[in-house]
């Protein structure tokens, strides 16, 4: 009896020590995964999908921004690199392919069943579907480039035998889901086989016949005859409007972000992209709607006064109509009347908190339940700048919502004329020189090895002689790359000036959204439209890596 006494504490003992050890192991176990579920943040699938995209946006030190302004990229240029999303495959089908097609040609069998003989007479009729399968066919076969969405039915051209048609595509190497028009002029006749076949073929928007009706001032749209010349007519895709809050209630409900400006005005379009899209990010952090003001101060680095022109419209640049799909935004002075209305019609203010420095984080933010976050850009620059606000642990929280910016339709616009215009068949070089040429200690090769010499000797070891090439560059003389045109058909962005003068559709439709004032077609949109039809081309040589063997950054930024 003693012993088992004895024995009994022994026992509790040895099973408590064993509970505390578990114990210890489990709070152990669960402290190392709380750690790692804190502080692990999973990369970005848009940035990681395009590594380009993040390098050439996250170049800075020391808060002071720069970037490579002889491109321009937006979201929409991801997918270059990558693949299409969902959303847009959905969005384009169907498409108009070799299967579609032939179900179509065998429904038109179908129906004629029994009839012998050749129905078709030497006289075309363009309403006729066969005309329509054999333009489809035919479209496939030469533009392997482009995705045809829909097409109208085929009129009359302007003679016997020709047929004018419309259609709806986009490139295959832009992944947005916009779609463009092209019409063209086709000269049919009837093969041996009993087929309508094409023996010629119209440039780009050669099939005037096809071009939707224009009407004139005062008349009903649509209404009269077809137009015979190629006067410009307006993308009736395109929805500037600005969205309004509502009603008092509404606004009242709302949460907001609401940035005052900072320094990051007049400065690049790079930066400031970089700055507004983590305004935009951290509104979707916050669930938030983010206040934005559409007015842009141009850099003095794109304007052609080498001054920074102030009043410039974001709708100029990009995809207004995108963005407001995509994220939660109001324009600033249709936010600050709906204030000022209900700060004078109730006794009630609306619920404001200042935040007066970039270091009070999004995620000290995130549990605030005023009405309107005031984010105010007071301090000196670098301290004004937007996008302090995304550095340090910040970072880890705040995504940029890349996919929310595409350039404005209206440039793209003018980005599928040119490629259109070249028959979507085209090789490109991208020449830098401007500043960078000039600067002999960071660049010291670029001027030689972007002389005109330097370049066609490189080019005819990659682009077959007498191709379509396009230059896109900053060099300001246009008659510099002449030597290049004995070997090659040499296309310059000014080449097309005619697609932004005073009768172009671009400058119509900016001009009435800039309230009746022109629009200059500034260095940026230049760079832009340069940009994208670089994209676009079926080979792409660069400055950098394939011209010269300087650092894009300068000497030992390799």
């Known amino acids: 009896m003693k012993e088992e006494s004895l024995s009994e504490p022994v026992g509790q003992n040895l099973i408590k020590l064993i509970s ?9 176990c669960v402290l190392v995964v709380t750690v790692i579920a804190i502080t692990y943040q999973p990369p970005d699938p848009w940035l990681e999908s395009s590594p ?18 002889s491109v321009s990229q937006t979201g929409e240029d991801d997918g270059l690199n990558g693949s299409v999303s969902v959303q847009a495959v959905s969005a384009l089908a169907p498409v108009i392919s070799e299967a579609v097609i032939e179900k179509n ?143 008092d209630k509404a606004f009242r409900n709302g949460r907001y972000l609401y940035y005052s400006r900072g320094g990051d005005y007049c400065k690049g379009m790079n930066h400031y992209l970089w700055s507004f899209l983590c305004g935009l990010g951290e509104a979707q952090l916050l669930n938030r709607t983010f206040v934005m003001d559409l007015s842009i101060c141009l850099s003095g680095s794109y304007s052609s006064s080498n001054k920074d022109e102030e009043g410039k419209d974001f709708r100029f640049y ?73 550095e340090g642990k910040a970072a880890k929280y705040v995504q940029r919502p890349w996919h929310a910016v595409w350039k404005s339709k209206r440039l793209m616009n003018i980005v599928s004329e040119i490629s259109g215009k070249m028959d979507w068949d085209f090789d490109a070089v991208h020449v830098v020189r401007g500043e960078k040429a000039e600067n002999k200690e960071l660049w010291p090769h670029l001027d030689e090895d972007t002389s005109p010499d330097s370049i066609l000797q490189k080019l005819q070891a990659i682009i077959k002689p007498w191709r379509h090439l396009y230059i896109a560059t900053n060099e300001p003389f246009y008659n510099y790359f002449d030597k290049l045109r004995s070997h090659y058909k040499v296309h310059l962005l000014d080449d097309y000036s005619g697609l ?32 994208e ?26």
Request: with cysteine; glycine share 6%.
């Open 318 to 390: 990009y995809d207004f109509e995108h963005l407001k799909e995509t994220a939660s935004i109001v324009e600033e002075g249709e936010f600050l009347r709906d204030w000022r209305k209900w700060e004078r019609s109730h006794k009630k203010k609306v619920p404001v908190r200042r935040v007066a420095s970039y270091k009070v984080t999004p995620m000290q933010l995130k549990k605030d339940k005023s009405t309107i976050l005031w984010r105010q850009f007071d301090a000196p620059e670098p301290e004004n700048y937007w996008y302090r606000v995304c």
């Open 52 to 69: 380009a995209l993040t390098k050439l946006f996250t170049q800075f030190q020391n808060a002071t921004y720069k970037t490579d302004n």
């Open 20 to 28: 505390n050890v578990c114990f210890s192991v489990f709070v152990f």
């Open 533 to 558: 039809v670089l994209y676009r081309a079926k080979t792409r040589v660069e400055t950098f890596y394939n011209l010269t063997s300087d650092c894009k950054d300068g000497v030992n930024k390799c």
């Open 105 to 247: 040609e065998e429904r038109l069998v179908n129906a004629s069943a029994g009839e012998d003989g050749c129905q078709l007479s030497s006289e075309v009729n363009c309403s006729d579907p066969r005309v329509l399968i054999a333009i489809e066919r035919f479209n496939l076969k030469v533009f392997k480039n482009i995705v045809f969405l829909e097409y109208q039915t085929p009129v009359v051209g302007s003679k016997a035998g020709e047929c004018d048609v419309a259609w709806r595509f986009r490139n295959k190497k832009e992944k947005s889901w916009r779609k463009y028009r092209d019409f063209r002029r086709f000269k049919i006749a009837v093969g041996n086989d009993c087929k309508y076949k094409i023996v010629g073929a119209g440039g780009w928007h050669s099939g005037v016949n096809a071009r939707r009706p224009r009407s004139k001032p005062g008349t009903a749209s649509g209404g009269g005859r077809m137009p015979t010349t190629s006067a410009p007519f307006r993308d009736d895709e395109i929805n500037d409007t600005i969205p309004v809050i509502g009603s």
């Open 500 to 531: 932004w003068s005073n009768t172009s559709e671009w400058f119509n439709e900016t001009t009435a959204l800039n309230g009746g004032h022109p629009v200059e077609f500034d260095g940026y949109m230049r760079v832009a439209v340069d940009t």
